[in-house]
């Protein structure tokens, strides 16, 4: 488990695809019963809000490529992002299983955010 003397953020990344099986309504409902959990949360000081994100986008790459996207060929859309405000990132994860939309074919990523900024001596190779 990764513990942190005082609370931390950690990015949570909402994935996935809505469930095919279900209906508009069923949608509709769940992301009434997300904003409320979000709310509440936000109040508890355990999250932030974050945004939703559009379906359009494009990526850049080596030589200033640029290409429509950003998920041109996966299956996976990355929807939209919130900030959880935990002692861990066990304690972090353990807030987003609170996520309605769980049930309805999204997941969650959840990642530290890390305060130092990026020097050769602290990036993975």
Sequence with gaps: M????????????????WDKTASREQIAKVIDQFYVWLDRLVDEGKMKHGQRLTYEGKTVSRKNVIT?????????????????????LDEAAEI????PCLDYGLFLEIRPIDPDIATAENTKW
């Design 68 to 88: 429509d996207g950003p998920f041109g060929e996966s299956k996976e859309v990355i929807g939209g992002f919130w900030f959880a405000v935990a002692n861990s």
């Design 2 to 17: 990764t513990t942190t003397s005082s609370p931390s953020e950690y990015l949570v990344i909402c994935r996935g695809q």
């Design 96 to 99: 987003a299983t609170g996520n």
